[in-house]
């Protein structure tokens, strides 16, 4: 979900061109695997698209091809910084830190939670996309194309 947000984010403000989006589990339970059929629903009804995104496994060079790893829990957090390299350029940051609105800092599983539970993340990836574009641009000197 946080990557068809932030993703689309990013094409809306022209940067596509600047700044690459990509995703990835801590784990490899779904490598390969569409985002959940609730999860793909709840964001074709807010205008995004999920068709395209496959799940895969987070790799060590992932911290040196990206500025940012962005987790959505402690636990992969936790996962992140095991598998992160000592010469990782990447930042490892929480992505809710981005939204500290909520005062939360994890986005919970929205698997068991219904579909109710689905509204609620996308509410909080929403606004997290937000402010990660917007830390991005204050950061970074982008241009849109």
Do not use: C, W
């Not at 068809?4 to 390969?32: K, W």
């Not at 996962?79 to 939360?104: S, T, V």
């Amino acid at each position: 979900m946080a990557h068809g947000v932030f993703e689309a984010r990013v094409r809306e403000h022209g940067l596509s061109e600047a700044i690459e989006v990509d995703s990835a589990g801590t784990a490899g339970y779904h490598v390969g695997a569409k985002a959940d059929s609730r999860a793909r629903q709840e964001a074709r009804s807010r205008g995004y698209d999920l068709e395209h995104l496959r799940a895969r496994r987070l790799e060590p060079e992932d911290f040196l091809e990206f500025d940012y790893i962005l987790t959505m829990d402690d636990a992969n957090y936790r996962n992140a910084e095991r598998i992160r390299p000592a010469d990782a350029r990447a930042e490892l940051l929480r992505f809710l830190d981005f939204a500290p609105q909520f005062g939360e800092h994890e986005v919970p599983d929205p698997y068991y939670g219904g579909d109710e539970g689905f509204v609620h993340v996308m509410d909080l990836v929403e606004a997290a996309a937000d402010g990660l574009l917007e830390h991005i641009r204050d950061r970074h000197t982008l241009k849109a194309s």
